[in-house]
């Protein structure tokens, strides 16, 4: 499912920012990006996040910067010179002026210049930033929540518009069996004369074919699978039973376009066919 969780933290000498994002994915699958000084907590993050998220396709990125004091404290001088003596060589080939102080800003930013990167962080500072970790999987996991509440009810209002459609059937049925009768008293004339059919025998057959074209059944299960549907979404991690539960709804759907012989049911169930897919589209993101 759908989430993000953003946060910043003080610590004692910079600034934390991380940032989790989800999209759906059928497994869990978590990418870290995180600074140097925190590589070592990938394990301690994931273990936190595999709380919160049994599936999905998630972003973990984890920065700080240093507050001015200590950032002014940790410049490798050593590093800075050597750069900038190669940009001026670089410089000078191409005719460029090293004057300009961005040329020097930019020198700032490349790697090594800090320190910070190779300090070791101590057992407190470890403990501070997986505090603010978990923080961010608070708001993440709020974000995914309040989301999960708007697909749920999209998802429920697709199941009551199949079963408005599944309603609107029965204004057809008196018609379609009348047309189906006529249609094959047409055929039966139109090979055989009148006076040759046995009229028992040919409302037996007629009654047998009617009974075959019956959808009473397909219409109760329909009807059941939508109840059962709606009690399912509100157990914990219903996602793969109510992806059967559609496969269900689906089969009864089919039946009931086949047996219709009528383009206004047909009609009906094209419609039941879209607000189906619909509903598995939107169940994808259920765990």
Avoid: W
């Amino acid at each position: 499912m759908t989430g993000f969780g953003k946060i910043e933290c003080a610590l004692v000498d910079r600034t934390i920012s991380i940032t989790v994002r989800s999209i759906n994915s059928k497994q869990f699958d978590a990418v870290f990006r995180l600074p140097a000084a925190y590589r070592d907590y990938e394990s301690d993050f994931r273990a936190e996040l595999v709380k919160v998220a049994q599936r999905g396709k998630i972003d973990v990125l984890i920065s700080y910067t240093m507050t001015e004091e200590n950032m002014a404290s940790n410049i490798n001088g050593n590093v800075v010179v050597a750069y900038f003596n190669e940009i001026e060589s670089i410089a000078g080939k191409i005719g460029i002026d090293t004057r300009s102080p961005e040329i020097f800003k930019a020198a700032l930013n490349l790697p090594g210049v800090f320190d910070v990167e190779s300090k070791d962080t101590n057992s407190e500072e470890k403990e501070s930033v997986l505090n603010c970790f978990r923080e961010a999987l608070v708001k993440f996991n709020l974000y995914r929540e309040q989301e999960g509440e708007v697909l749920l009810s999209d998802i429920l209002n697709h199941v009551e518009n199949i079963e408005q459609l599944l309603l609107q059937v029965e204004q057809f049925e008196k018609e379609r069996i009348n047309q189906i009768k006529i249609r094959i008293e047409n055929l039966f004339n139109e090979f055989i004369p009148s006076a040759q059919i046995d009229k028992n025998r040919f409302e037996q057959e007629l009654i047998y074919y009617l009974e075959k074209l019956d959808i009473t059944e397909e219409k109760v299960r329909l009807k059941q699978h939508c109840d059962y549907f709606r009690e399912t979404v509100n157990e914990e991690n219903p996602g793969r039973k109510t992806g059967f539960i559609c496969q269900e709804m689906g089969r009864e759907i089919n039946t009931l376009g086949s047996k219709a012989n009528d383009v206004n049911i047909q009609r009906l169930v094209i419609q039941m066919k879209d607000e189906l897919e619909k509903i598995k589209e939107q169940i994808l993101n259920i765990l």
